[in-house]
Structures are given as C-alpha cells and as structure tokens.
C-alpha cells in the first residue's frame, strides 16, 4: 500500500506539473473550438501544444478534453442517452454542460437534440419554437421554476427579448435573484438550464451572438459517424462483449469512487492522529481495506485493458461495414443539394442501418457475414432512397456511391476525380505544339486530342501510356471510339484491363463526352452490380407497407404527374376506400385539412393533402400538426394515414421531409407514352358519334393532335435545337385543343384546315410561347399533321413510315397501333437529323456532370489537402490560375493609342459610327478588366491569410477549383457558357482584336463574337450607310450574303465599299456548303459548321427581296433563351440572316437551325 500511496503522489506531482498548461488548454477549448470540426479542433490542440511546448509551459503532450477533465461513468450515462460515443461528440457533451455560456448547438442530424430531450426526459424538459406564440411565457415557467428549456429550430438570428438571458443578466432585488424577460422580472432559479439548437448545416452568425452563447459543431463528421456506426454493428453483432465492457466501466467507476472514498478518510484520519498512528486500529483497518480495493481495482484494470484489446480487435474487423454506412450516408445527405425534396435524417438512416443489421442473411463465416452486410445496407439504401428521388438522379446517386466506396479504397484519386467532373482542362500552346494531333485522324482532333494530352500531363501514369498508344495506334482507338457504343468497346492494347472502371470512364469522357451519360452505367455496373443500372419499379405498397400512424407518406411531384390514381387503388386493395379523406391545399383550406387530419386520427381514416406547395404559410402548422401526432402517438388509431402530395419547393418543412416516407412518380416518357396516357384518359363516349365532318375524320384529327402534343413535349429534350424556351403544356392544353376540333368537325363538313391550324398553333398551345422563333416553330411543326392528306389512310408523318393516323377504330383498336409504335423515339419523326441525338446525349451528360458536381459538395470550402494526399493542394491550384491570368491581364484600353481612321470623323464632324461602336465596347472591356484585377489581388491575398476570404472570393475560390467562371465575372462581363479555361482564352481573344482595331485601325472582317453587345454593331453597321447616302436609319435593313472565304483570306482589294464583312459565327443544326454556297444537312457528328465571312450589306427595306433563303436567327450563346425583350425576341438574339437554303424553309425551322456567336467549349 506504501508502493502505491507513493506511486500516486508521483503521479499527482506529474500531474501538477502539467496543470497550469493543461487548464489553459481546456480553457481554450471550452471558450474558442466550439464551432469547428474535429479536424479543426485536432489541429487548433495541435497547435497549441506546439506553442505552450515553445515557451516552456509544461502540457501533456496527449491533451484531451476527455482525459482532463472527463468523468468516465458521466460520459458512459450521456452514451446511454443517445449521444453518440465517438470522441468528438464526448467533447461536445463537455462543451455543452462545462460552457459559462448557454449553449447553442449546430445539429442537422438532430443527435444533440435527441440527447438533451433524453437527458431531462424526467425533469420536466420545456421544448419550444421562436415561431410559438407563447414561447416567451414557457420560458418564464422554466427560469421561474427551475426547469430546463430546449429552445430548437433556431434560425441565424435571435429574438432580441432573449438577450438578458444570453448575458445572464441576473440582478438581486429584496435577496432574490431576477433576470429582465421581456416587459417583465422574473425570478430566476440556479436550477434553470438552457439549451439551443439548429438545424441549418452551415449557418452564419454574427459576432454579436457569437459571444452570447457557446456555439457548439454537433455535424456528425466522416469518421465520427463511422465510429457510431461501428458501435451499432458492434452492439448487434458481438453484444457480448459490449455488454462486458459496460459492466467493466460501472464496476471500475464504483471501485474508484470507494477508493477515493477510503482515502479521503486515511488522509482526514492522519491529519488528525495524535501519537503513535501504528496503535490506531481504526487507521491500519482502513488502509488495509484500501490495499483490497485497490488490488481489485488493479485487477480489473488489468481485464478491462485485455477486453478493450477484444473489443478493438472485433470492432477493426468489422469497419469496413461502418465505413460504407459512413460512406453512403454522406452521399444521401448530399442529395439535398439537387432538390430540397431530397432530405433524410441521420436517425431515419441510422433505423434502416440497423434494421439490416437485424434482418440480412446470417453466416458464422465471418469474412461471408461482412459481405453480406455491405451488399445488403448498399442495397436497401439504395432502393429506399431511390424511391423518393426523380429518375434524373437515381443513376447519379449509384454513381456517387460507386465513386465514394472506390474513393475510400483508393482506387480513384483525388486528381482523377477532379479531372471527370470539371474536364482535364485545356492544355498550354507549348503543349501541343510539341505534341501534334496524328495526321489524318479527324475523330481524335480538337477536345479530345487536348484533353487526352492533359491527362497525361496532370495524371501520367497509366495515362501518359494510353497517350503513347494512342499516338502509335490511332486508327484501332478510333475504331473502339467511333463506334456507336465506345463505352462497350474492346479497348486496344490490353488497356481494357490496365485501366480502372474510372479511369476508363474518365477516358471516354474526355474522348466522347457525350457518351458520359452511358460511361456512367457501365462504371456502376461494374463497381456496384448491374441490379444498380436499372430503377427500382414504382411499388406504392412497400412504401405504405413501410410507413406507420405517425409517419406521412409525401408524393414529391413532377410537371404531368398524376399519383391519384395509384393511391385510390391502394385504399381500394386496402379497403379503406370509403374513409379516406382528400383535400386540394389552397387559400383558406388549411383549418379544413386541420380538422380532417384530428378526425382521422381518431377513427383510423386515410387523409390526403394534395398540393401542399400551394399553402406555403400554412406548411408551419402541418408540421407542428405531425409533430403532435408523433409526440402522442399512444392516442392516434393505428389505420391512420397521412398522404402528402407537393411540387418540390424549398419551403417545404424540412423536418417533416426527413421523417416520412417520400415517392415520386413521373409520367413516362417518349411519343409511345405519350399518346398511349392520352387515349386512356378519352372516354368512350366523347370519342364516337362525331357528325358534320363524320366521325373517321374526327378520330384522325384526335390521334393528329395526340400526336402533336406529344411531339412537342417530347421536343423539349432536345434542348435549344427543340424549343428555345422550355414550355410547360400541360393537359389542359390537349383538352382545350379537343375541345376545339370537335367543334369544328361538328359544325363543318368540310374541315377548315388553315383555320384549325391558327387556332391550334397560335391560340390553344401558342398562347404559352413568348420566343418570336419558338412561335415560328409551333407554327411549321404543326402543319404536315393538320393538312388534307391527313384523312388519307396511306399519308405518313415521317419518312420512315411507321407513324401515321391510323384508320379508324375503337380507343382499344388504336391503343394497339400505339403499343407497336417504336420505344425509342428517332429524331426523323421530330424533324430534326441524326445529330439531334448527340445533342441530347451531350445534354443528359452535361446534366449528370453538373449535377455530380453539385451532389458531390465539391467546392463546399477552400482548405489545404493533407499531406498524404498526391497532387498540388487546392491553394495551390488557385494560386496558379490566378497569377498564370494575372500575368496575361492587359491594362485597361487607352483610346489615345488609337489609329487616326478608328475615331475619325466625317464630314458632318461627328465620329464615325462604328468608332462610336468601339468606344463603348472599350468602356463596358476596361471595367470587366478592372473587376478581374481587383478581384484577382484580393483572391491572392485572401489564399495568403492577408484578408478574410469573403462569401464572394470563397465563391470564386471553388469557380477556379472547379473550372468556372465567377459570377462577379459573368455579371460584369458578356454572355458566355464556355468552362473557365475556354472562357479564358476566349477573353484574351477578344481582348487581342479589340486591341488591334484600336491601335491598328478598322478590320477587314469584324470578329462579331467578339463584341459585349453585337446587336448594337448592326446598328452601327447601318447608321454608316445612313449617313454615308442621308438616307432615314429606320427605313434600312441589313441583309447579307455568305462569302466562299474565310477571315484570313481577305485582302484589302476586297474589302466592300458599302457594309462590311462578319465572322465568327457557327451553324447548328445544319451546314453552309463553301462551293455550292447554299445551307445543307450537317456531316454525320459535326453538330457546329463554322461559317465564312459575311458580307452584311445595308439597303433600304423596299429593295430587300431574298429568293430561297432561310431567315435563320443568330443567338449569343447555345441557350438561345434570354429575357424577353419589347422586340418580342430574347436579348440573346441579334438578328436574322437570310442564307440561301437548298430544302423548304419549314424543313430548316424544324431542324431548328441557327447560328451561334460561340461554341460552350
């Protein structure tokens, strides 16, 4: 016992020595981390460490909040209340109950909500809202009486009547203590206890709350939530020895308190010993039963050290199961960022988790028993998430779930992952010159060729040999690549097998972007399982099967969806037809849908709230209205339902999305679809017994205009060559239209089609398109189906002959003409060609990339990378871009450089037109270069630590992480969708061609793309001959002829005498053929034709007559969609020119060709 009582004052002189730096330490930590991620914290104790260390103030050299100051049997309780038992939520609970100020924590995933309401589930816990009228007045109760309060939902500000609170502004009147609440002073009592949460992720509080309360980061982390998940697979499969190890903990805790005890009592019975203390029996008893204890205590140690080694080694053999929990919840929680729909709580995820840690197979073999657990929980979350997500997503959500679990093995780099989802990037001039494009390979020509080459200089490796292969072998690769399924192909070489299933999507997406969309399924496939290539079905009974009285059951909707159906099915099949309940949201329903929702709990009805995003303010009820029911659940019949029908909209209480149960369900897509929805919808009876034209003409109407209206919904996904502004028709539209025909074929014999055609195009449909060339469209795309020949049996809507209205019949015999119609729609039946599919492949893959991005969280946040990882951290790659275009910036344009004929005057003594032009174009470039520099300094600076990185720097610092262009660029510069490297170069194009028409004087041919506002270079154009002839602005136009060369081939001998040359412009949808100088079909995979100059020629309006020529529109961008101006046309538009055409001009429209002032690449 002498060893021990000696060993122990070492231990405490040890302990002395280290205190003053260890509370400085814990001081710290309780006043400053609290708002950090653990990552943080580690490194801020690190650090400081490190400091004491330096200036000589003794510290453990292993600080920990929890060893310091932490109470074992404490924290096991806390564990018990369902706070999480990985360190940094210990230390959390520490921060919590050891902070002078009241906490205030962040929770998304609500686990400090669920601990504090456990930890004073018998103490009479207050819970409220800022939103509750009577919040104030609970918490006077809770001051007055002593009672804790949990003040939750807080937003990112506070009520001001909270602030004597916050400050513990406590005063004593009459020997009682009193704190200001209010207009009132309440007695405050020592017992109160106040606690505050949020469910905002990220919020941004002001310094004035800051230093009010302590603000606490309970955002469960990567690793943490892998060590709580790991605690649960540990509990369910080895409770055994989870069980032991609490009995140990209890057990050690007491036998340290009655050893503390006991010595407690020889150091009071020593102190007060008088005489020889040998002869105190009572003293040599207590040390004696303090030998026993502490030999017990010893022991015990000992058993706990070799069961905890038990334990560690169980638990690391079963990681890889809480690794892929980890790893997947994060990718769920993700998904919020698409769609504020896509919200699931840590809890609701933690309750499957676990519930396929009880239900999937059994093994004893254990390396069996863990497969069977990761492909289970991969499974069951994959299909229950994918139950509430729109079928756009599903596949990016298997794909993020395959890129993660591959990330975490290592099989993907960090490099490699940036590289897929922002593009390699566009690679130096010295780059490529040194490393030509093979001759004669035009498919590997151009982005592919740039973008195989910085793979290999950003990733080398395996990718500097398939450069090298490529080289020597271009006609195999082009082969594999240009073939029509490259993502299926037998790469050459035997690369098929020395490239990952990421590195051969990585490559393919740089080589066929957009084949990305089809890369991306292999790649899961692979990976996951090809049970994850394909969309769970639509199963409304498992869901209801999985939901229970107190969880609501939301349909999220989409444009055309119609869940009615199913659901009256299913109360059908359910028998509880008769007591359901439906109401349509709207103003004035919401204590109608209050009373049906407290009636139907009583008797166990079903009730439906369709349209919930229509009653936004009364969306904070139903939530408290669901919360209620939760909270008593004991009182609500167990056949009760609740269904939710909504839009998805941001409004939407976000609690109440992560406790139910979520279903979309889109209408199908594709013409076959489409036309088999709308003739299930026509009812017998409307559809015979037509007079006046007769009924055969009447049904060939019927199908013409089903088909009409599928073929312009399905047009939509084609992009901008479909519809320059996406329209929502919906079915009323198709009725309206219905309605229509039958009444003209009713009232006339003959049909009157010209009429018809107005009405339909320009009236029913086109009532909803406001583009002037979307109004043109509607127009030609309605004709070949509302035409004479129509009533023909042998007339054919398109060439391939396999549409058409068929003869007539019943609606089943014309059902069964639309089952054998084609399940994939070709482009021909649209109008459009073969390219039109590329474009929507390019269109699906460039949503998949986006929204991986987005999904992905990247660019949540600048940071350094560790130092494990490979490659230049994130600061770096900033630093680089933006001194690399610092280094290029040019000082702002100074017109006293200019060339004596830029600004010269005429003879009216006013400056030339076009130098106007010039002019203000130079004004709108110098303050785009000044945004650029001073937004380029700062950034630098703030990278440097020299000034706070603001929200827009931060902004611009993941722009340049993800090859974007900052929106502080975008709002003072042009409209452009090029990725921030094109974009780059493009600028410093534009910014060469100004430069040389100022200094070098007017251009033989104008780079009209290059301009800030091209339009106003038309005006400019003809304001010149104008002046030139004094001839009136407004009786002119501008018409043009397509040259055979292009800008490099123009001498000044050609220069014209009237108007002036153009070019930079691209052709979609269609070609200019140089030799026979008319428009002609595009080339098989070239969707842009760059055209040739153009000889803009003002004349005056009368005189303008063009022969076989197709107006076609010119747009800045590929979007072509703008804000409506007064003209009737977007602002992207600029102008019509009138290219002479080979076909008809409808035959052009519905290609929906145009000219582009730039490419998006």
């Given at each position: ?23 400085l ?13 653990s990552?943080?914290?580690f ?15 003794p ?7 929890e060893?310091?100051?932490g109470v074992p ?8 209340m369902?706070?999480?038992a990985?360190?940094?939520s ?5 921060l919590t ?5 009241w ?5 998304p995933?609500?686990q400090a ?7 004073f589930a018998?103490?009479n816990?207050?819970v ?21 309060v949990?003040l ?6 506070l009520?001001?009547?909270l602030?004597?609170?916050l ?44 230093i009010?309360a ?32 609490d ?8 036998a340290?308190?009655?050893l ?24 040599i ?22 069961t905890?080694?038990e334990?560690?080694?169980a638990?690391?053999?079963?990681r890889?199961?809480?690794?892929r ?5 994060f ?37 069996e ?15 229950n ?5 729109f079928?756009?997503d ?11 679990v ?8 960090e ?17 490529l010159?040194?490393?030509p ?28 040999e ?5 080289k020597?072998n271009?006609?195999?690769w ?13 790469l ?11 590195q ?20 899961v496939?692979e990976?996951l ?5 394909e969309s769970?079905?639509f199963?409304?009974?498992?869901a209801?099967a ?23 099915d299913?109360?059908t099949?359910m028998?509880?037809?008769d ?5 349509s ?6 204590p ?9 709990q009583m ?21 408290a209205?669901?919360e ?7 009182d609500?019949d167990d056949?009760y ?7 998805p909209?941001p ?10 149960i979520?279903i979309t ?5 594709g013409?076959r ?5 709308t ?5 017998e009876?409307?559809y ?8 055969r003409?009447?049904?060939k ?8 209206n ?5 047009r ?15 079915n ?10 039958r009444m003209y074929?009713?009232?006339n ?19 909803r398109v406001?583009?002037?060339?979307d ?5 030609n795309i ?20 396999k ?9 089943a ?19 459009l060609d073969?390219?039109?599919d ?8 460039q949503?998949?990339l ?39 910036l ?5 017109t006293r ?18 130098g ?9 470039f ?6 650029i ?6 950034l ?18 993941n ?10 660029w975008?709002n003072a ?17 534009r910014?060469?061609f ?10 033989l041919?104008y780079w009209?793309?290059?301009?800030f ?33 292009g800008?490099g ?8 005498r009237?108007?002036?040359y153009?070019h930079?412009?691209?052709m ?8 026979r100088?008319?428009?002609e ?10 055209m040739p ?13 063009p ?22 046309h ?10 002479p055409?080979?076909e008809s ?15 998006d690449e």
């Open positions: 016992e002498a060893v021990r009582w000696r060993a122990s004052a070492e231990q405490l002189a040890n302990d002395q020595i280290n205190l003053v730096g260890d509370m330490l814990s001081a710290g930590t309780l006043a400053y981390l609290g708002p950090f991620t990552e943080y914290r490194a801020m104790t690190d650090t400081w460490i490190k400091g004491c260390t330096e200036l000589k103030i510290v453990d050299p292993s600080f920990s909040l060893n310091c100051l049997v404490t924290i096991r309780e806390w564990q018990l369902k706070l999480p990985d360190a940094f210990t230390e959390n609970g520490m109950t050891m902070g002078r100020r906490p205030l924590m962040i929770d995933q609500g909500n669920r601990w504090v309401r456990n930890m018998d103490g816990l207050q409220i809202k800022l939103s509750e009228k009577d919040f104030l007045r609970t918490l006077e109760m809770g001051i007055r009486y002593g009672a804790p949990l939750e939902n807080i937003e990112e500000t009520d001001p009547s602030e004597p609170l400050l513990k502004q406590i005063f004593k009147r009459n020997g009682q203590n009193l704190i200001r609440l209010g207009d009132a002073d309440v007695p405050y009592s020592d017992d109160f206890r106040f606690f505050m949460t949020t469910k905002l992720a990220n919020p941004h509080y002001m310094p004035e709350i800051c009010k302590t603000i606490i980061n309970f955002t469960v982390t990567n690793s943490g939530l892998e060590d709580q998940l790991l605690v649960d697979v540990i509990k369910s499969e080895r409770p055994d020895l989870e069980e032991k190890n009995q140990l903990v209890v057990s050690i805790a007491d340290k308190k009655t503390a005890d006991i010595e407690d009592q020889i150091l009071q019975m020593l102190a007060n010993a008088s005489g020889n203390i040998l002869d105190d029996e009572e003293l008893n207590a040390l004696a039963q303090s030998k026993v204890t502490s030999t017990a205590i010893g022991q015990r140690l000992t058993e706990a050290e070799t905890k080694a334990i560690d080694e638990r690391e053999k079963y890889v199961v809480a690794t929990g980890s790893i997947i919840y990718v769920i929680a993700n998904l919020a960022l698409l769609d504020p729909m896509y919200q699931y709580s840590l809890q609701f995820y933690k309750e499957i988790f676990n519930q396929r840690l009880e239900r999937s197979t059994k093994s004893d073999d254990l390396e028993r863990l497969k069977i657990l990761i492909d289970d929980i991969t499974w069951s979350m994959f299909i998430i994918c139950r509430g997500l079928e756009k599903k596949m990016l959500y298997a794909c993020l779930i395959g890129v993660m591959d990330k975490a093995a290592g099989l993907i780099s490099s490699e992952w940036r590289a897929f989802m922002v593009g390699p990037g566009v690679p130096g001039p010295e780059l010159a040194a490393n494009c093979p001759q004669g390979q035009e498919w590997l020509q151009g982005k592919p060729w740039e973008g195989l080459l910085q793979l290999k200089a950003t990733l080398g490796g395996v990718f500097a398939v450069h090298g292969h490529i020597a271009a006609a195999d082009g082969a594999a690549y240009m073939s029509a399924s490259p993502h299926t192909a037998a050459p070489g035997g690369f098929g097998e020395k490239l990952t299933s990421f051969k999507l990585l490559l393919l997406r740089v080589m066929r972007t957009e084949k990305t969309v089809f890369g991306t399924r292999v790649f496939g990976r399982g090809e049970r994850f290539t769970p079905p199963d409304l009974e498992a209801y999985d939901s229970n009285k107190v969880t609501p059951l939301i349909f999220v909707l989409s444009s055309g969806a119609d869940v009615m159906d199913y659901l009256v299913l109360a099949k028998g509880t037809r007591t359901m309940r439906i109401i949201l709207g103003q004035g329903q919401g109608i849908a209050e009373r049906l929702m407290a009636s139907g008797a166990g009805d079903w009730v439906c709230l369709q349209n919930c995003h229509l009653a936004v303010s009364w969306l904070g009820k139903l939530e209205a669901i209620a029911a939760r909270n008593n659940a004991n609500i056949a339902r609740l269904w939710l029908t909504s839009m909209s409004k939407f209480p976000v609690p109440v999305l992560q406790t139910g979520k369900n889109e209408p199908p897509r013409l679809a489409n036309l088999k929805r003739y299930l919808d026509i009812k009876a409307d015979e017994g037509c007079g006046g034209a007769g009924p003409a009447y049904k109407l019927v199908f013409a205009l089903a088909f009409f599928a073929l312009i919904l399905e939509k996904k084609f992009g901008a060559v479909g519809w320059n502004i996406p329209y929502g028709w919906m009323s539209d198709l009725k309206a239209g219905m309605t229509m025909i074929a009713e009232e014999e003959v049909l009157p089609w010209s009429t018809l055609n107005v009405i339909i195009a320009e009236v029913v449909y086109g009532g406001t583009d002037k060339m109004k043109r469209s509607i127009s309605l004709k070949p189906y509302f035409v004479a020949d129509l009533l023909d049996d042998g007339y054919k809507f398109s060439a391939s002959g549409y058409y209205a068929p003869p007539e019949g019943s609606i015999q014309t059902i069964e003409y639309i089952t054998s119609l084609p399940a994939e729609d070709p482009p021909e039946v649209f109008g073969d390219n039109a590329i474009t929507f492949q390019q269109k699906e893959s949503k998949l986006d929204g991986i991005i987005v999904a992905s969280g990247s660019g949540g946040g600048g940071g350094k990378k560790k130092k494990d990882d490979e490659g230049p951290s994130d600061d770096d790659i900033v630093r680089d871009i933006a001194e690399a275009f610092e280094a290029r040019r000082e702002p344009f100074d450089t200019a060339h004596p004929d830029t600004f010269r005057t005429i003879s009216s003594g006013a400056m030339n037109s076009l106007v032009f010039l002019s203000q174009e130079l004004i709108r110098n303050g785009l270069i000044e945004v520099a001073a937004s380029l300094k700062m630098q600076r703030a990278v440097q630590g020299f000034v706070v990185m603001s929200g827009p720097l931060e902004q611009m610092y722009c340049f992480l993800l090859g974007r262009v900052p929106p502080a975008e510069g042009y409209p452009c969708l090029k990725p921030l490297p094109s974009w780059t170069e493009d600028f410093f194009g910014l060469d100004m430069g040389q028409w100022l200094t070098d004087g007017p251009r041919s009209i793309s290059g301009f506002f091209p339009q106003g270079f038309m005006t400019a154009v003809k304001q010149t001959y104008s002046r030139d002839y004094a001839i009136a602005i407004d009786i002119l136009t501008v018409g043009c002829e397509v040259m055979s060369f800008p081939e123009v001498h000044a001998s050609q220069a014209p009237d108007g002036v153009v930079g412009l691209y979609e949808a269609a070609r200019f053929d140089r030799e100088l008319v428009i079909d595009s080339a098989p995979g070239k969707l842009f034709d760059e100059c153009i000889w803009l020629k003002p004349c005056k309006t009368e005189d303008y007559k022969v076989d020529c197709y107006a076609c529109p010119v747009y800045k961008t590929s979007i072509r969609a703008g804000t409506l101006s007064t003209t009737g977007s602002t992207n538009f600029v102008v019509s020119l009138d290219v055409r080979r001009e409808d035959y052009y429209v519905r290609l929906g060709c145009a000219m582009l002032c730039m490419l």
